[in-house]
């Protein structure tokens, strides 16, 4: 049986479609998990299953998160790697991931994703690359169903340690026919490579210091095998591209392509030290990009050159990074981040607003190798966010509702709706309950530390 959902009398629709419409008054028509019509109310069925009114909202498709490592959530701020860069604060951290739990994994995803789906974000990759004491993705999988959140889950790995000149300590690495094997697994579970899939599974071994040349390759040829996208860390700061440099004598763009890993299938996170040859490569080749720019900011990896990669051609996305990294998972924090930082970076009219929040959907969904969401058309998944303007955050700011996301306070959402289903009601996740999911949350936080001491 058919369920219809009406969303109408919005202040502004942002529909991301092919004209760029923004529509006064709009409306959006939902047939169980798809959207079948788009337009001004007046034009659209006024009766339905379910009728929200998004008066005095704006209603824009779902921001699609293409990096981050959830588990972190349970990290933020220990105090040893406040300080650090890159480097640094992954090895004040690997000693205290070490002693993860599958507990730790399913209730830290359950936490990233709530923050992320109230901040607008209705479609997010995890990157998880750490498996101690039994970790599975399996842990965060189960969650993400849980939740409600259309999930790329990405098994990540590590299987160089620093006995063989990696940065990660032995411990939390893994063998490399362990992790193809698991992989394989992974993706002849979960993966689903239909239209509107709410589950996909993504090869992701962790960076070029933490694990081979052969693994690389042999990730590549696996994940082309079974049709599932490749993603992993580049070029995030100057030291990644000294790494570069000594072991492999290649910049990392160079090094990506050597092992196969450009294409319409891969996304690689950061590429702040991108060089020019290397964004032209991924323009070229349609290789996409996970642009985290809080993330670069407190690790002072540097400024990503956003603008230049899109007027390349490349696809750029937006994502939050690891909850130890940036220690927010606010989506449209980042959107905001993103804008000033390119600014900052390269001038005043780098970046709009509408052009961030085009990354945040749109590019994001290009990044993922999707062509179902990021917009509000008709055939595209019913992925909705919608954000109340009559908050002390928009006061005085109604000149442009749709610019006001971006320029002022990150808002959340008051209403998300997920492959066709509400999420999130008048502000308040529906799925769980979230009181609950936060007390046990900081409860493990805690034991995570201690356990380190």
């Not at 901040?119 to 995890?126: A, E, F, H, K, L």
């Not at 000594?246 to 196969?260: I, R, S, V």
């Not at 997920?418 to 529906?430: A, P, S, T």
Request: glycine content about 8%; overall charge negative.
């Amino acid at each position: 049986m058919t369920k219809t959902l009406l969303i109408k009398n919005a202040r502004v629709l942002v529909t991301m479609d092919d004209e760029r419409r923004e529509i006064a008054g709009g409306a959006v028509y939902i047939r169980d998990n798809v959207i079948e019509q788009v337009g001004r109310s007046a034009d659209l069925p006024q009766q339905a299953d379910e009728i929200i009114d998004a008066a005095n909202h704006v209603v824009m498709p779902g921001l699609v998160n293409t990096h981050h490592h959830m588990y972190q959530s349970l990290t933020r701020v220990i105090p040893a790697a406040q300080n650090g860069e890159l480097f640094n604060w992954l090895t004040n951290l690997y000693p205290i991931w070490a002693n993860l739990t599958p507990e730790m994994v399913n209730v830290s995803t359950l936490a990233a994703m709530s923050e992320l789906i109230l901040s607008g974000c209705t479609t997010s990759s995890d990157h998880l690359y750490i498996y101690p004491n039994g970790c599975k993705l399996d842990d965060s999988i189960e969650a993400a169903g849980k939740i409600g959140m259309r999930f790329h889950a990405a098994r990540g790995s590590m299987s160089v340690g620093q006995s063989k000149g990696g940065l990660p300590p032995d411990r939390v690495v893994e063998e490399e026919g362990a992790i193809l094997k698991d992989t394989q697994r992974l993706i002849e579970t979960y993966h689903d490579a239909g239209r509107y899939a709410m589950q996909r599974i993504v090869v992701a071994p962790c960076s070029p210091f933490s694990v081979s040349r052969d693994l690389m390759k042999e990730a590549a040829a696996l994940a082309r095998n079974f049709g599932v996208s490749l993603h992993t860390h580049l070029a995030e700061n100057a030291n990644d591209i000294a790494y570069s440099r000594e072991k492999f004598n290649m910049t990392p763009a160079e090094y990506a392509e050597d092992c196969g890993w450009v294409g319409h299938d891969v996304w690689h996170a950061h590429c702040v030290q991108l060089d020019d040859d290397g964004i032209y490569m991924f323009g070229r080749t349609g290789t996409g990009i996970a642009h985290c720019p809080c993330s670069n900011m407190r690790l002072a990896s540097g400024i990503a050159p956003v603008r230049k990669m899109l007027d390349s051609g490349v696809p750029v996305g937006l994502g939050v990074d690891g909850c130890a990294s940036n220690d927010s998972g606010h989506m449209m924090g980042e959107v905001r981040q993103a804008m000033l930082l390119q600014r900052v970076g390269f001038g005043p009219d780098a970046m709009t607003a509408r052009q961030a929040l085009e990354m945040a959907t749109l590019g994001g969904a290009k990044v993922l190798n999707r062509d179902d969401i990021g917009a509000l058309k008709p055939g595209m998944a019913a992925d909705i966010a919608m954000f109340k303007l009559d908050t002390i955050g928009f006061a005085g700011a109604l000149h442009d509702p749709v610019a006001a996301l971006v320029f002022c306070t990150p808002p959340n959402v008051s209403h998300s709706i997920i492959n066709g289903k509400v999420v999130v009601r008048d502000g308040v996740l529906c799925t769980i309950d979230l009181p609950v999911v936060i007390e046990r949350h900081n409860a493990l936080a805690h034991q995570l530390a201690q356990a380190a001491r």
